[in-house]
């Protein structure tokens, strides 16, 4: 099993700043992703935060937007680029081993964009 | 990734079994069938996991037709605590999520 923590856990931002969420699991992993969730909506995967190389985006998200990095097996950070009210979001990440039944995830980040 | 279909929201009693379905008809012979769920202002919780046969934990059973193309989660004893979004998602275990709407559940005293 992993224990994901998230910091911030909430945060208000003024348009057009970026802030960067970290992700820490507790373990190595093979597999680190970052989604995000709309008022109201169900997850959306953003990316697959890839460790040593660039981030595999999903349609819909660009890297200038959401710049993600992996430096090592256990953390990984999302930035949240030039924001509008529109990217106000929970923000969470979730990391998968390949020796595990499941996906864990973290208590997101909840983001409100002025 | 095959699609899910689920009903947008379910009412069970306390201390009764819910029982959610799922339809994922476009299912492929290598993806399994995962249920998570999402309490208020948390992070998803896998609940239980399976490819062909019926699978049963400590949270839940699951009850997948002999065609694969429908399931259905089964909470045995439903408790306040088990009001959340239910999420059925058909995954090959590669890591990655696609989650759709949901069932939302609704547990009443």
């Known amino acids: 099993s992993a224990v994901i923590s998230q910091k911030p856990s909430r945060d208000i931002c003024q348009r057009g700043t970026s802030l960067t969420i970290q992700c820490q699991v507790d373990s190595q992993v093979t597999m680190m992703f970052w989604y995000r969730q709309q008022p109201g909506q169900s997850l959306t995967l953003i990316a697959t935060?890839?460790?040593?190389?660039?981030?595999?985006?999903e349609s819909g998200f660009v890297i200038d937007k959401f710049p993600i990095s992996r430096p090592n097996l256990t953390f990984s950070t999302l930035t949240v680029s030039n924001m509008s009210p529109e990217d106000s979001s929970i923000y969470l990440c979730?990391?998968?081993?390949?020796?595990?039944?499941?996906?864990?995830f973290g208590p997101g980040t909840r983001l409100t964009v002025l | 990734d095959a699609k899910t279909t689920q009903p947008t929201s379910m009412d069970c009693a306390e201390g009764r079994a819910a029982n959610l379905p799922c339809n994922h008809s476009?299912?492929?012979?290598?993806?399994?069938v995962y249920w998570y769920r999402q309490i208020h202002s948390q992070g998803p919780q896998y609940i239980i996991h399976?490819?062909?046969n019926n699978e049963t934990n400590e949270m839940a059973s699951l009850i997948i037709t002999e065609d694969r193309k429908s399931s259905t989660l089964i909470l045995p004893h439903a408790t306040l605590r088990d009001t959340a979004v239910y999420y059925c998602i058909v995954n090959n275990q590669g890591g990655k999520l696609i989650f759709g709407q949901g069932t939302e559940l609704s547990v009443k005293p």
């Open positions: 476009t299912i492929s012979g290598n993806e399994y």
């Open positions: 935060a890839n460790q040593g190389s660039e981030a595999t985006y």
């Open positions: 979730s990391a998968y081993g390949t020796s595990w039944n499941e996906q864990f």
């Open positions: 399976g490819l062909k």
